[in-house]
Every structure is written in C-alpha cells, then in structure tokens.
C-alpha cells in the first residue's frame, strides 16, 4: 500500500465548539496515540484525506507531516455524523516501518450465485495480522462454481504472502442457500398479514375491556 502524504497541524481548541470551528475551517480534528506516546490533537485537510479514503480504503496509510517531523499513522476509527454522513472526528494510531498489526480488511465477493441460490454474507471484513506498510486494500471472495449449500469459511480465503489471518479460521464467511420460491414468499407475506390482524384485533379487544372496566365517573356534588 502507498504512503499518502498529508499535512497536519497542531490543535488547540478542544471541546465541541473548537471542534466545529476546526470543521468549519476546512479540517478534520483528530487524537494522534499510539507506542506509548502521549496522545497528541491534530487536525487534517478533509478534502485530502476524504481523497485518500475513497482511494486506498479504510486502512490507509498515512504520512503525516507535521511542524515538528513525520509520522507514520492508520485510521483506527472514523467518527461521521450520523445524518450527513460527514466525518467528524479521527483517532489515528502511530505505526513504524516493518512492524506487524491487527487490522480488519474488506471482503469484496466477485462471481455469480448459481441459479436457484441466495448468497448469505456472514462477514464483510476479515482480521489480518500484517505489516503496517503492506495491508492490503481488500481480499477477493470468488463465488464462481459454488452451489447450494457450498459454504467459505475464514481460512478458505486467499492471502498475499506475509499476510495471516488474525481470529478463527473456520468462522464463517459466507454460504450459499436456496433461493424462496415465489409460493413461500406469498406464504411468507400471508402470514405476516394474519400476525398483524391478529394483533391489531387483539389491541384492540384489550382497549375494549378496558373501556369497560374503567369505573364511571362521580356525579359532582350538589351546592
């Protein structure tokens, strides 16, 4: 993976309103941790970063070029807002040159699913152990030639050398089952539909005897 050289400065502000003027100013804030280092508050361009993102993925690797030298660092995690999806916060964790971490890398499923069969994804990343400045960006999960019933575990997937996977290699990645026929899915819908009368007739019922149980009101008192 390619280093991505990007520019970093200091951060003062803290707290939700420096956040907002650190945004508001074109940058991301961001905690810098990691090798036993205090934790230092920075902030990045967000357009360069946003850039590396959709071009390297979520494990980039970063080049951060900062007033006082560089440092070598990954996203370990991505705060976004959770309407506009715009990111918010970054925790970068320090890396060195030759050494081997722990990251979660995509799975991306190519091929098709045999006629009459539905593809059921159990993971969408897989835990890797591997060099910091050698992650890859995703592994490729070939479906082709697979059939009903036909399952991929962890240890199923390829790997580029020095890459190893980091938990269990027989958890289960993906499998294929048997497509619903169009009678189950009408069957399906039916039952649902009967669950939901059932249900509104039986609030409804309930509402009722409440109705009637409740005592009557007492006639005010005359003066």
Request: charge should be negative; aromatic fraction near 2%; hydrophobic fraction near 45%.
């Amino acid at each position: 993976m390619p280093e991505v050289r990007i520019a970093a400065e200091p951060r003062t502000e803290f707290g939700k309103g420096g956040a907002r003027r650190t945004r508001r100013a074109g940058m991301i804030p961001a905690v810098l941790y990691g090798h036993g280092t205090d934790a230092r508050h920075i902030s990045l361009p967000i357009r360069e970063f946003e850039h590396a993102l959709r071009t390297d993925g979520a494990n980039v690797l970063l080049d951060l070029q900062m007033p006082d030298g560089s440092e070598l660092a990954l996203p370990k995690s991505i705060q976004r807002d959770p309407i506009r999806g715009g990111i918010e916060h970054l925790d970068l964790i320090l890396v060195r040159r030759g050494e081997r971490i722990a990251v979660d890398v995509a799975l991306h499923v190519v091929g098709d699913v045999v006629s009459g069969g539905m593809l059921d994804q159990s993971l969408t990343t897989l835990a890797v152990n591997a060099e910091a400045t050698n992650i890859p960006t995703s592994f490729e999960v070939s479906i082709d030639g697979l059939q009903i019933g036909d399952s991929i575990h962890a240890g199923q997937v390829k790997l580029p050398a020095g890459v190893e996977i980091a938990g269990d290699a027989e958890q289960l990645v993906l499998h294929v089952v048997a497509a619903p026929t169009a009678a189950q899915m009408e069957a399906e819908g039916a039952g649902e539909a009967a669950e939901g009368e059932a249900a509104g007739e039986g609030e409804a019922a309930a509402g009722a005897a409440e109705t009637a149980e409740a005592p009557a009101a007492e006639a005010p008192a005359g003066e």
